[in-house]
């Protein structure tokens, strides 16, 4: 079988080799031998006799056309050593549970970005991470809002009938469908089959609003579904302040939001994972980092190089167990642990 190198002719027009190009041997002499050995799967023994040289000079000439890049190694892993490996690979180096690759994110087409393809490519992995975590009629599904989860939902995902789906914070009067946390909640009850379960309050109530509310039996319903939850579904937010698109409740201003790294069900966390607060935080009416810690089967799904910092502290947290990701940016996340 041929050798999985490529030699490249490195003489000019004329067939001599350039100025740029000499050194101890010929150019020529270089492909040839390259060729010989790696296209034609000649041995050296073979190349030293039809060179008519030894064959210590012919390993010297292969080694002196890989320098000169006449020859140019291309190591292409194998099919089975596809994504299931870097999955296991990246969850291995942020000590996950599981990790899902989903599809590469095809071209999104004329008129059409990368978001909105998000969704239809995610849903599938989602659908498989939700039936793997069995769950039960009664048991409590988790879902946060943000843009991913809700392009997540416009998709089939898995059937769970009777499972009570709940959202992980409250609302807030943007218009982006993405920030009402009740429809998400509706959505992704529908995709599953479930039974939704509204949270009727602001995310960051005022403080003469916030303990009235809190003690709503309605409001305080939702808020006991946290800590029994079976499951969650979240998205990974990308460092606040870098952000285009956030919250409006978010004080983008406060200066300890400056070492915030990412958020979770909005709440936000630094390199090392710890918890950050705000100014008003307090009054978040959001379920706790710590509630998340304890959740059986945690899935954060995200994607794009403006999550990577915020997927691996969030990992280092441990406000996820699993993740859900495309291929390019599960690369990514490796190559970051691994300068680490």
């Known amino acids: 079988m041929p050798r999985s190198v490529q030699p490249t002719s490195a003489a000019g027009a004329d067939g001599q080799s350039t100025p740029a190009e000499s050194g101890h041997f ?17 041995t050296q023994a073979d190349v030293a006799g039809q060179l008519g040289t030894s064959r210590a000079t012919v390993s010297r000439l292969l080694a002196e056309a890989k320098r000169r890049g006449i020859v140019r190694i291309e190591v292409v892993p194998p099919a089975e050593l596809g994504s299931g490996d870097i999955a296991d690979e990246l969850a291995r180096a942020l000590s996950l549970d599981r990790v899902i690759l989903s599809h590469p994110l ?34 409590v599904l988790l879902v ?34 993405w920030y009402q946390t009740n429809e998400i909640t509706r959505l992704v009850a529908n ?50 302040l870098m952000r285009s698109d956030i919250p409006q409740f978010v004080p983008t201003g406060s ?13 936000f966390y630094d390199r090392a994972g710890e918890p950050v607060e705000f100014n008003g935080s307090d009054r978040l009416i959001a379920v706790e980092l710590g509630v998340l810690r304890h959740v059986p089967v945690s899935i954060a799904v995200a ?18 167990n699993q993740l859900i990701t495309d291929p390019a940016t599960a690369t990514a996340i490796l190559k970051t642990t691994e300068s680490t």
């Open 106 to 139: 095809p071209n999104p087409g004329p008129g059409r970005t990368a978001v909105d393809v998000m969704g239809g490519v995610l849903a599938p992995a989602v659908g498989r991470a939700l039936a793997a975590a069995g769950l039960l009629p009664g048991d």
């Open 191 to 240: 995709r599953v089959n479930g039974r939704p379960n509204y949270l009727f309050a602001p995310a960051l109530p005022g403080a003469d609003l916030h303990p009235s509310l809190t003690n709503d039996p309605s409001i305080q319903r939702v808020l006991h579904l946290w800590p029994r939850a079976r499951c969650a579904l979240m998205g990974v937010g990308a460092p606040p």
């Open 144 to 177: 946060s809002s943000g843009r991913t989860v809700y392009e997540v939902a416009q998709h089939e995902l898995v059937d769970l009938p009777g499972v009570l789906v709940a959202p992980t914070v409250g609302g807030t009067d943007q218009p982006e469908e």
């Open 255 to 267: 200066s300890s939001l400056r070492s915030a790294i990412g958020d979770v069900c909005s709440r």
């Open 26 to 42: 010929p150019a020529s002499l270089l492909y040839a031998a390259a060729k010989l050995y790696y296209n034609e799967d000649a």
């Open 303 to 320: 994607i794009g190089k403006d999550k990577v910092e915020s997927i691996v502290a969030g990992a280092r947290g441990g406000y996820f």
